[in-house]
Every structure is written in C-alpha cells, then in structure tokens.
Nanobody, 121 residues
Framework: QVQLVESGGGLVQAGGSLRLSCAVS?????????MAWYRQAPGNQREWVALITPAGSTGTADSVKGRFTISRDNAKNTMYLQMNSLKPEDTGVYYCNSYPRILRRYGADYWGQGTQVTVSS
C-alpha cells in the first residue's frame, strides 16, 4: 500500500520561508506519475497548489506563482515544496498526492496526515 508522509510545516512570520517534504513509501514515486501539493485552509475546501510531472515539468496555482517551487527526487521517493515570501493566506494544512486522480485505498480517497503551515502577520 502506498503511504504518503508530509513534513516540514511550522509557524513562520509573513515573508518567511519553509520547505515541505513528501515521503512516498510502498511504491516508486515515478509510478504515481504526476504528483502535486494541495492545501486546505480552515473552513475552505482543499485546493491544488503545485504539480510536477515525472519529467520534471511544473505548474503552480496563480496564488503562489513566483513564490512556491515544487521539485521531486525519484531516487529518494520524495517530493518537496519550497515556499518563500509566505503570506498569512498561505496558512493551512498541506498535503501531497497524485494528480489529477487522488490515490485510493480501500475504496476511498487516501490522504496522508498533512503538515500544518501557519503564517503570522
């Protein structure tokens, strides 16, 4: 079974930086094809933030363009999100998963535990 473990979140002041990691186990990450970071702010639906293809092509949501950079290391089965110039509106729980189809386990969407990012003003 594929397992996703996100880490690297924390409390940071506006303008600061964080680097998130997503460790994939139970399957080679490259077999999951395109991977992405998602986030969910309190009271909001989960939204897509950035994606990366197996070949390394990337895309980012307009809200984070120019500030967030996604990368992946297939040899380490790990994906990263470098977040710079953080804003309070970036606050939320960040998750990694495949894109566009979410991983499934036992007949339901599977999400890791996520990592909390809190940006203070």
């Amino acid at each position: 079974q594929v397992q996703l473990v996100e880490s690297g979140g924390g409390l940071v002041q506006a303008g600061g930086s964080l680097r998130l990691s997503c460790a994939v186990s139970g399957s080679a990450m490259r077999s999951l094809n395109t991977m992405a970071w998602y986030r969910q702010a309190p009271g909001n639906q989960r939204e897509w933030v950035a994606l990366i293809t197996p070949a390394g092509s990337t895309g980012t949501a307009d809200s984070v363009k120019g500030r967030f950079t996604i990368s992946r290391d297939n040899a380490k089965n790990t994906m990263y999100l470098q977040m710079n110039s953080l804003k309070p509106e970036d606050t939320g729980v960040y998750y990694c998963n495949s894109y566009p189809r979410i991983l499934r386990r036992y007949g339901a969407d599977y999400w890791g535990q996520g990592t909390q990012v809190t940006v203070s003003s």
